[in-house]
Each structure stands twice: as structure tokens, then as C-alpha cells.
């Protein structure tokens, strides 16, 4: 089993949809956890910090749930600028492990 | 401010090269870490090193190795070149205390033939 699994995807949608993706993570002890969004052929940009209470930036929401080890990030009213491959990313003893990463194409 | 750099951008090498890549972090930043991505995978943690010393190893073979400086830059070195290490290097820093969040280089392409 992989240490972080996401969504396959690829997700297709049009302007203005909300899309969530999901992750998942094997290893329990994990303490700390990001969503990153990669561009093609540029470097992953910190998107946000994921909190156990939850937590928003505009039209992004991220859910954490420690018992499910789950993690989840929701998009509103996408924009064609959202278009990008989005990484879950999951901390332990300073190790960081990245999914595999969900591209996400928003159409007009 | 200057974020993460790292040179050269891209790179053409042989197999049985020997490469070195390099990495500034944000200044104040004393952390630095190494991650290998290959073509549609999330990147691979390769190293992590703080204040000189390294704190994380991911599981790459021997013929990978790292160091940081005392201005806290680093050097990522792989010997005997294979094509399996054609891939983007990416660089990170990171700030103690910082919730571990890091932020990357625009990374290093290497191709090897």
C-alpha cells in the first residue's frame, strides 16, 4: 500500500464547479499535512496547511480526519487558473510524502 | 527576496557520470531537502538536512549523497549515473518551527543518455 494515495483522476470541469479531491495516508503517527499545487513542468507551490478543525482560504476548504486518515480538499467556483495538478502531502519525522498527485483541467 | 534557487536548470549526462547539483534556501531558512520526481509521479524524498547535519534519508541507494554548508546551502550528489535518474531535482527550505512547511526550487532536469 502506498504511503499517500489520491484520487487517480484526471478531473474535467467546467468554470464555475465545485471538485473535491480526496487522500488518503497509511502511517498513523503522520503529524503534519499540505496541499500543494504543481503546474506543468514548475515546482510545487504550497496551496495550504491542513488543521484537524478544519480550515478555508477563499474558495478552498480542507478537511483533515486523523481517525480515517483522510484528507480532503473542496474547490468552489473553479476558475480556469485552477487548472493544475493538485499534491497531497503528509509530514513525519521531516520526511515529506506526496501522492501521486490529482491533475485537475477546468474548461470554459 | 530571493526564493529557493537552484543550478543548473537543466543538465544532459551520460550513464557512469558523475553529477552535482546545487541549492541556495530562503535566506534565514536552515533547512534543505532533496526530492527526486519522475515524469507523472509525486515527487521521492531523497534527503533532508538541518543545520549541517543530515536529518532524513528516503530510500535511495549509496550512490546519492548530500551535504549543507554553513550558509546553509547544499549540494546533491549522485555517482554512476543510470537512466532511471533522469528525473527533475527539486530542492526545499524550510524554517524551524515553521509546521514543516516547505517551499521549492524550480528544480534541476536531469537527462541522462
Known amino acids: 500500500r502506498k504511503e499517500v494515495e489520491q484520487d487517480p483522476g484526471p478531473f474535467n470541469v467546467p468554470e464555475g464547479a465545485t471538485v473535491a479531491f480526496n487522500c488518503t495516508y497509511s502511517?498513523?503517527?503522520?503529524?503534519?499535512f499540505f496541499w500543494y499545487r504543481q503546474d506543468c513542468r514548475k515546482e510545487p507551490k504550497l496551496l495550504m496547511s491542513?488543521?484537524?478543525s478544519g480550515n478555508e482560504d477563499g474558495r478552498f476548504t480542507a478537511q483533515l480526519n486523523r481517525a480515517s486518515q483522510y484528507i480532503s480538499l473542496l474547490i468552489r467556483d473553479s476558475k480556469l487558473s485552477d487548472s493544475a495538478t493538485y499534491l497531497c502531502v503528509v509530514t513525519l519525522n521531516n520526511d515529506m510524502r506526496f501522492g501521486a498527485g490529482t491533475r485537475l483541467t477546468v474548461k470554459p | 527576496d530571493a526564493g529557493v534557487t537552484q543550478s543548473p536548470t537543466h543538465l544532459i549526462k551520460t550513464r557512469g557520470q558523475q553529477v552535482t547539483l546545487r541549492c541556495s534556501p530562503i535566506s534565514g531558512h536552515k533547512s534543505v531537502s532533496w526530492y527526486q520526481q519522475v515524469l507523472g509521479q509525486g515527487p521521492q524524498f531523497i534527503f533532508q538536512y538541518y543545520e549541517k547535519e543530515e536529518r532524513g534519508r528516503g530510500n535511495f541507494p549509496d550512490r546519492f549523497s548530500a551535504r549543507q554548508f554553513p550558509n546553509y546551502s547544499s549540494e546533491l550528489n549522485v555517482n554512476a549515473l543510470l537512466l532511471g535518474d533522469s528525473a527533475l531535482y527539486l530542492c526545499a527550505s524550510g524554517g524551524a518551527g515553521s509546521n514543516n512547511e516547505q517551499f521549492f526550487g524550480p528544480g534541476t532536469r536531469l537527462t541522462v543518455l
Open positions: 502511517n498513523s503517527a503522520s503529524q503534519s
Open positions: 491542513v488543521y484537524s
